[in-house]
Protein backbone atom coordinates (compact mmCIF):
# COMPACT_ATOMS: atom_id res chain seq x y z
CA UNK A 1 0.00 0.00 0.00
CA UNK A 2 0.73 3.57 -0.07
CA UNK A 3 0.35 6.89 1.98
CA UNK A 4 0.98 9.71 0.36
CA UNK A 5 0.74 13.61 2.22
CA UNK A 6 0.29 17.08 1.26
CA UNK A 7 -0.42 19.91 2.73
CA UNK A 8 -4.35 20.75 2.26
CA UNK A 9 -4.12 24.49 1.35
CA UNK A 10 -1.33 27.26 1.12
CA UNK A 11 -1.43 31.06 -0.25
CA UNK A 12 1.40 32.80 -1.55
CA UNK A 13 1.35 36.30 -3.06
CA UNK A 14 1.97 36.82 -6.42
CA UNK A 15 5.26 36.88 -8.32
CA UNK A 16 6.97 35.17 -5.17
CA UNK A 17 7.87 31.35 -4.71
CA UNK A 18 5.99 28.43 -3.16
CA UNK A 19 6.83 25.23 -2.54
CA UNK A 20 4.75 22.27 -2.36
CA UNK A 21 5.81 19.26 -0.46
CA UNK A 22 4.90 15.49 -0.82
CA UNK A 23 6.00 12.69 1.10
CA UNK A 24 5.26 9.12 0.54
CA UNK A 25 5.74 5.82 2.33
CA UNK A 26 5.66 2.80 -1.09
CA UNK A 27 7.40 -0.23 -1.90
CA UNK A 28 8.89 -0.90 -4.81
CA UNK A 29 9.22 2.99 -6.03
CA UNK A 30 8.82 4.20 -9.73
CA UNK A 31 8.14 7.37 -10.03
CA UNK A 32 6.24 10.19 -8.83
CA UNK A 33 4.06 12.68 -10.92
CA UNK A 34 2.84 16.31 -10.01
CA UNK A 35 -0.48 17.10 -12.24
CA UNK A 36 -1.97 20.98 -11.85
CA UNK A 37 -6.31 20.68 -11.63
CA UNK A 38 -8.17 23.86 -11.86
CA UNK A 39 -11.44 23.89 -10.17
CA UNK A 40 -13.52 22.02 -12.13
CA UNK A 41 -11.10 20.71 -14.55
CA UNK A 42 -9.50 17.55 -15.45
CA UNK A 43 -5.72 17.02 -14.15
CA UNK A 44 -3.36 18.49 -15.89
CA UNK A 45 0.51 16.66 -16.23
CA UNK A 46 3.14 18.65 -14.73
CA UNK A 47 6.51 16.95 -13.55
CA UNK A 48 7.90 13.46 -13.14
CA UNK A 49 10.72 12.49 -11.22
CA UNK A 50 12.14 8.25 -10.94
CA UNK A 51 16.26 9.65 -9.75
CA UNK A 52 17.39 11.85 -7.23
CA UNK A 53 17.36 15.49 -7.53
CA UNK A 54 16.22 18.13 -9.55
CA UNK A 55 14.00 18.55 -12.65
CA UNK A 56 13.41 21.82 -14.12
CA UNK A 57 10.56 23.25 -16.53
CA UNK A 58 10.35 26.60 -16.80
CA UNK A 59 8.78 28.51 -13.99
CA UNK A 60 8.09 25.12 -12.15
CA UNK A 61 10.69 22.48 -11.09
CA UNK A 62 10.49 18.99 -8.95
CA UNK A 63 12.69 17.53 -6.87
CA UNK A 64 12.61 14.09 -5.48
CA UNK A 65 14.76 12.13 -2.86
CA UNK A 66 14.09 8.55 -2.61
CA UNK A 67 16.11 7.70 0.60
CA UNK A 68 13.85 10.22 2.47
CA UNK A 69 10.24 9.77 0.29
CA UNK A 70 10.54 13.07 -0.60
CA UNK A 71 9.14 15.47 -3.22
CA UNK A 72 8.76 18.66 -3.79
CA UNK A 73 7.15 21.64 -6.48
CA UNK A 74 8.63 24.53 -6.65
CA UNK A 75 6.65 27.18 -8.41
CA UNK A 76 8.49 30.81 -9.37
CA UNK A 77 7.10 33.91 -10.19
CA UNK A 78 3.98 32.71 -9.45
CA UNK A 79 0.62 34.22 -11.37
CA UNK A 80 -2.88 34.35 -10.87
CA UNK A 81 -3.45 31.37 -12.99
CA UNK A 82 -1.71 29.40 -11.00
CA UNK A 83 -4.21 29.05 -8.47
CA UNK A 84 -5.42 25.75 -8.65
CA UNK A 85 -4.88 22.26 -6.52
CA UNK A 86 -1.65 20.57 -6.97
CA UNK A 87 -1.61 16.51 -7.39
CA UNK A 88 0.90 14.34 -6.13
CA UNK A 89 0.87 11.24 -7.65
CA UNK A 90 3.52 8.21 -6.54
CA UNK A 91 3.72 4.72 -8.93
CA UNK A 92 4.50 1.29 -7.85
CA UNK A 93 4.67 -1.81 -9.03
CA UNK A 94 1.15 -3.19 -9.36
CA UNK A 95 0.17 -6.93 -8.36
CA UNK A 96 -1.18 -7.35 -11.94
CA UNK A 97 0.84 -9.64 -14.28
CA UNK A 98 3.08 -7.59 -16.78
CA UNK A 99 4.14 -5.37 -14.48
CA UNK A 100 1.56 -2.79 -14.31
CA UNK A 101 2.53 0.76 -12.81
CA UNK A 102 -0.57 1.80 -11.09
CA UNK A 103 -0.20 5.95 -9.72
CA UNK A 104 -2.02 6.37 -6.58
CA UNK A 105 -2.77 10.23 -6.03
CA UNK A 106 -2.36 11.86 -2.96
CA UNK A 107 -5.47 14.66 -1.44
CA UNK A 108 -3.99 17.36 -3.37
CA UNK A 109 -2.43 21.07 -2.50
CA UNK A 110 -4.91 24.26 -3.14
CA UNK A 111 -2.81 26.75 -3.53
CA UNK A 112 -4.14 29.96 -3.85
CA UNK A 113 -1.93 33.27 -5.15
CA UNK A 114 -3.55 36.77 -4.57
CA UNK A 115 -2.29 39.59 -5.89
CA UNK B 1 -7.08 14.41 -31.93
CA UNK B 2 -9.66 14.57 -29.07
CA UNK B 3 -6.86 12.73 -26.37
CA UNK B 4 -9.37 11.50 -23.55
CA UNK B 5 -13.58 11.65 -23.92
CA UNK B 6 -16.05 10.93 -21.23
CA UNK B 7 -19.84 10.79 -21.79
CA UNK B 8 -21.70 11.92 -20.32
CA UNK B 9 -19.76 15.46 -18.88
CA UNK B 10 -23.35 15.47 -16.13
CA UNK B 11 -26.19 13.28 -14.77
CA UNK B 12 -28.60 12.90 -12.10
CA UNK B 13 -29.68 9.78 -11.35
CA UNK B 14 -32.30 7.93 -8.51
CA UNK B 15 -31.23 5.57 -5.78
CA UNK B 16 -31.42 2.22 -7.35
CA UNK B 17 -31.16 3.49 -10.98
CA UNK B 18 -28.40 2.26 -13.17
CA UNK B 19 -26.23 3.79 -15.63
CA UNK B 20 -22.81 3.48 -18.40
CA UNK B 21 -19.74 6.18 -18.13
CA UNK B 22 -17.90 5.99 -21.03
CA UNK B 23 -14.85 6.74 -21.64
CA UNK B 24 -12.89 6.80 -25.07
CA UNK B 25 -8.84 7.26 -25.87
CA UNK B 26 -7.72 7.64 -29.18
CA UNK B 27 -3.77 7.69 -28.31
CA UNK B 28 -3.74 3.80 -28.36
CA UNK B 29 -2.99 3.41 -24.83
CA UNK B 30 -2.53 0.23 -23.25
CA UNK B 31 -3.23 1.26 -19.76
CA UNK B 32 -6.67 3.20 -18.41
CA UNK B 33 -8.10 4.34 -15.31
CA UNK B 34 -11.34 5.11 -13.68
CA UNK B 35 -11.08 7.50 -10.58
CA UNK B 36 -13.44 9.38 -8.47
CA UNK B 37 -12.69 12.92 -7.20
CA UNK B 38 -14.39 14.15 -3.52
CA UNK B 39 -14.10 17.13 -2.03
CA UNK B 40 -11.13 16.77 0.53
CA UNK B 41 -10.47 12.75 -0.59
CA UNK B 42 -7.94 13.51 -3.91
CA UNK B 43 -8.58 11.10 -6.91
CA UNK B 44 -9.14 7.45 -5.89
CA UNK B 45 -9.01 4.39 -8.25
CA UNK B 46 -11.86 2.66 -8.72
CA UNK B 47 -11.06 -0.13 -11.34
CA UNK B 48 -8.04 -0.31 -14.19
CA UNK B 49 -7.29 -2.00 -17.14
CA UNK B 50 -3.80 -3.18 -18.44
CA UNK B 51 -5.33 -4.32 -21.86
CA UNK B 52 -7.81 -4.95 -23.85
CA UNK B 53 -10.21 -7.80 -21.71
CA UNK B 54 -7.76 -7.40 -18.92
CA UNK B 55 -9.47 -5.08 -15.47
CA UNK B 56 -8.69 -5.28 -11.89
CA UNK B 57 -10.23 -3.51 -8.54
CA UNK B 58 -8.34 -0.19 -7.55
CA UNK B 59 -9.00 1.55 -3.90
CA UNK B 60 -12.85 1.68 -4.08
CA UNK B 61 -14.19 -1.21 -6.27
CA UNK B 62 -17.94 -1.67 -4.17
CA UNK B 63 -20.80 -0.82 -6.51
CA UNK B 64 -18.90 -0.53 -9.37
CA UNK B 65 -18.50 -2.86 -12.76
CA UNK B 66 -16.16 -2.30 -15.75
CA UNK B 67 -15.32 -3.62 -19.18
CA UNK B 68 -12.49 -3.29 -21.82
CA UNK B 69 -13.87 -5.22 -24.63
CA UNK B 70 -11.95 -3.05 -27.04
CA UNK B 71 -8.55 -1.15 -26.12
CA UNK B 72 -9.91 2.35 -26.72
CA UNK B 73 -12.98 2.08 -25.02
CA UNK B 74 -13.08 1.59 -20.72
CA UNK B 75 -16.76 1.67 -19.59
CA UNK B 76 -17.60 2.04 -16.07
CA UNK B 77 -21.20 0.59 -14.69
CA UNK B 78 -23.27 1.77 -11.70
CA UNK B 79 -25.85 -1.43 -11.29
CA UNK B 80 -27.85 0.46 -8.35
CA UNK B 81 -26.88 3.58 -7.68
CA UNK B 82 -26.36 5.01 -4.30
CA UNK B 83 -26.56 8.49 -2.79
CA UNK B 84 -22.77 7.66 -1.88
CA UNK B 85 -21.72 7.71 -5.21
CA UNK B 86 -22.25 10.94 -6.09
CA UNK B 87 -19.08 12.34 -7.09
CA UNK B 88 -17.14 13.59 -10.10
CA UNK B 89 -15.75 10.51 -12.19
CA UNK B 90 -12.42 10.60 -14.13
CA UNK B 91 -11.14 8.44 -16.85
CA UNK B 92 -7.49 8.45 -17.58
CA UNK B 93 -5.15 6.63 -19.61
CA UNK B 94 -1.75 5.93 -20.33
CA UNK B 95 0.85 4.36 -22.06
CA UNK B 96 3.59 1.19 -20.88
CA UNK B 97 6.16 2.73 -20.45
CA UNK B 98 7.66 4.12 -17.13
CA UNK B 99 7.50 7.60 -17.67
CA UNK B 100 4.23 7.59 -19.44
CA UNK B 101 2.04 10.07 -17.64
CA UNK B 102 -1.95 9.96 -17.71
CA UNK B 103 -3.76 11.73 -19.61
CA UNK B 104 -7.41 12.77 -18.69
CA UNK B 105 -10.94 13.17 -19.59
CA UNK B 106 -12.86 16.23 -18.72
CA UNK B 107 -14.56 14.29 -16.11
CA UNK B 108 -18.65 13.37 -15.09
CA UNK B 109 -20.52 14.96 -12.49
CA UNK B 110 -23.00 12.51 -11.40
CA UNK B 111 -25.40 13.18 -8.27
CA UNK B 112 -27.58 10.53 -6.98
CA UNK B 113 -30.58 11.68 -5.33
Known amino acids: GQNIDQPTEMTATEGAIVQINCTYQTSGFNGLFWYQQHAGEAPTFLSYNVLD ?3 EK ?12 YSYLLLKELQMKDS ?3 L ?4 DQGVVAGGSYIPTFGRGTSLIVHP | NAGVTQTPKF ?4 TGQSMTLLCAQDMNHEYMYWYRQD ?4 LRLIHYSVGEGTTAKGEVPDGYNVSRLK ?4 LLGLESAAPSQTSVYFCASSGR ?4 EAFFGQGTRLTVV
Open chain 2, 71 to 74: KQNF
Open chain 1, 88 to 91: CAVR
Open chain 2, 39 to 42: PGMG
Open chain 1, 53 to 55: GLE
Open chain 1, 58 to 69: GRFSSFLSRSKG
Open chain 2, 97 to 100: GMNT
Open chain 2, 11 to 14: RVLK
Open chain 1, 84 to 86: ASY
